[in-house]
């Protein structure tokens, strides 16, 4: 008897959980991340464009993210006056120290890989609202040869904005968006640990299953001082 209640003893916890579910998953990762995660990075990267599977461009990125929502990438060297800045709810594209277009347009690969960490619980998931996941759906799979779970489908063919988790670290290694009307994807390999959290080094993006680019990253520094305004439109050139 004494055997059985040991036993027992044991099985209940497992029992007793609760089965986990699109909101549950994001409640984990939440509680894992939150107020650990680096509150800045930055790194340069080799970007390579594809058209037609075949390599048409690489060139250096020099980019600098503060969390939740700001990112400012400059193209071939830190200094050249021409790139991108991605603030809150949209981009500029600058050229020469002058910004040449502004649209709203969210980039949110920056919510994905850290961003929501720096929210309330309830933002995020309000969040993945707008962006168009069901948090209704949920299913387990594999990504390369280690467990997943997928946010926002029920199984992987489902044609669904889904964003793919390792079951492991908690961090997005894959995100699959049809909001456009064509089938948009980008992986995030090769994690390196950075204190209590962790940065993808290696990202692949598809258009309708076509390699459209490949980004390696180099000397990443995480949680270190940036002057916010690098991503004021308004301060560019000055």
């Not at 969040?127 to 199984?155: C, E, M, N, R």
Request: hydrophobic share 35%.
């Amino acid at each position: 008897m004494k055997i059985l209640a040991i036993i027992a003893l044991f099985l209940l916890p497992l029992s007793a959980q609760k089965e986990l579910d699109s909101t549950t998953l994001l409640q984990k990762m939440y509680n894992r991340y939150h107020n650990k995660w680096h509150s800045s990075l930055s790194f340069n990267q080799t970007t390579e464009r594809y058209r037609n599977d075949s390599l048409v461009k690489s060139n250096t990125w020099y980019e600098r993210i503060a969390y939740p929502d700001l990112l400012r990438i400059d193209f071939d060297s830190p200094n050249s006056g021409t790139g991108v800045i991605f603030r809150h709810d949209s981009t500029y594209v600058f050229n020469k120290n002058k910004v040449t277009r502004a649209v709203k347009n969210e980039n949110e690969l920056i919510f994905f890989l850290g961003g929501l960490y720096f929210n309330t619980f309830d933002e995020v998931l309000a969040h993945f609202k707008a962006l168009h996941y069901d948090l209704t759906k949920f299913h387990t799979s594999k990504w390369g040869d280690k467990p997943a779970y997928v946010i926002g489908a029920d199984q992987d063919t489902d044609k669904v904005n889904q964003l793919w988790i390792d079951a492991d670290k908690l961090v997005a290694v894959r995100f699959i968006k049809y909001d456009s009307g064509t089938k948009e994807e980008g992986r995030f390999e090769d994690h390196i640990p950075l204190k209590k959290a962790w940065s993808e080094t290696r990202c692949t993006f598809l258009v309708n299953d076509h390699l459209l680019q490949i980004e390696k990253y180099h000397d990443v520094v995480p949680g270190g001082p940036l002057d916010k305004s690098i991503f004021d439109p308004g301060m560019m050139g000055k």
